[in-house]
C-alpha cells in the first residue's frame, strides 16, 4: 500500500460546479496536510495547507481533513476554467526534517 | 524577488551521456530538493538538502545519480551515464523551515530530461 493515494482523474466538469478531490494516506503520524495546485508545463504551487484536523476555507476553495479516517479533501466551489490543473495533495509530520509526502495529483478540467 | 531558477528547461541527451541540471533557490532558503516527477510514479523526492548539508538522499535512484550544492544559492544534479528510464521532468524546490520542522516549498519551472 503506498503511503498516499490519490485518484489521478481526468476529472472533467462544467463552468460552476463544486469539484470534490480527495486523497487517502496510512501514515498515522502526518500533521501538515497540503494542496499543491500544478498548470501544465509549470511547477507545483502551495495552495493551501492544513495543520491536524479540521476545515479551512479560502475563497472558493475548502480544505478537510478526517485524521480518524485518514482522509483528505480539497473542494472548490464555482469551478472556473482557470481551476483547470493538476491538484497535487502532500502531508508530512513536520518534525525534524520531515519530508513531504506526495499523491500522484489529479488532473482536473473544467468546461466552459 | 526571483523564484527558484532551473538551468536547463529542456534537455535532450543521448544515452550514456553526462547531463547536469542546475538549480538556484530563493534568496535566505536555506532548504533544497530536488524531486524528479513522471507520470508512472508522480512526484518523487531525489534529495533534500539542509544549510548545504545533504540530509536524506534515500530517494537517489542509484550511484549513478549525485547531487551538491557547493553554496547557499547554487546546487547540481547529476546523471552520469544517463538512460532512457531517467526521462522525466526534474523540479528543484527550495523553502524556509520556521513552522515545526515544514514550510512551503516553493517550485522551480522544471527541467524536461529526454534521453534517447
Known amino acids: 500500500q503506498k503511503e498516499v493515494e490519490q485518484d489521478p482523474g481526468p476529472l472533467s466538469v462544467p463552468e460552476g460546479a463544486i469539484v470534490s478531490l480527495n486523497c487517502t494516506y496510512s501514515?498515522?503520524?502526518?500533521?501538515?496536510f497540503m494542496w499543491y495546485r500544478q498548470y501544465s508545463r509549470k511547477g507545483p504551487e502551495l495552495l493551501m495547507y492544513?495543520?491536524?484536523?479540521g476545515n479551512k476555507e479560502d475563497g472558493r476553495f475548502t480544505a478537510q481533513v478526517d485524521k480518524s479516517s485518514k482522509y483528505i479533501s480539497l473542494f472548490i466551489r464555482d469551478s472556473q476554467p482557470s481551476d483547470s490543473a493538476t491538484y497535487l495533495c502532500?502531508?508530512?509530520?513536520?518534525?525534524?526534517?520531515?519530508?513531504?509526502?506526495f499523491g500522484k495529483g489529479t488532473m482536473l478540467l473544467v468546461s466552459p | 524577488d526571483a523564484g527558484v531558477i532551473q538551468s536547463p528547461r529542456h534537455e535532450v541527451t543521448e544515452m550514456g551521456q553526462e547531463v547536469t541540471l542546475r538549480c538556484k533557490p530563493i534568496?535566505?532558503?536555506?532548504?533544497l530538493f530536488w524531486y524528479r516527477q513522471t507520470m508512472m510514479r508522480g512526484l518523487e523526492l531525489l534529495i533534500y538538502?539542509?544549510?548545504?548539508?545533504?540530509?536524506?538522499d534515500s530517494g537517489m535512484p542509484e550511484d549513478r545519480f549525485s547531487a551538491k550544492m557547493p553554496n547557499a544559492s547554487f546546487s547540481t544534479l547529476k546523471i552520469q551515464p544517463s538512460e532512457p528510464r531517467d526521462s522525466a521532468v526534474y523540479f528543484c524546490?527550495?523553502?524556509?523551515?520556521?513552522?515545526?520542522?515544514?514550510?512551503?516549498?516553493?517550485f522551480g519551472p522544471g527541467t524536461r530530461l529526454t534521453v534517447l
Open positions: 524546490a527550495s523553502s524556509h523551515p520556521q513552522r515545526g520542522g515544514w514550510d512551503t516549498q516553493y
Open positions: 501514515n498515522s503520524a502526518f500533521q501538515y
Open positions: 492544513t495543520y491536524s484536523s
Open positions: 502532500a502531508m508530512t509530520t513536520g518534525s525534524g526534517y520531515s519530508t513531504l509526502t
Open positions: 534568496s535566505g532558503h536555506n532548504s
Open positions: 538538502f539542509n544549510n548545504n548539508v545533504p540530509i536524506d
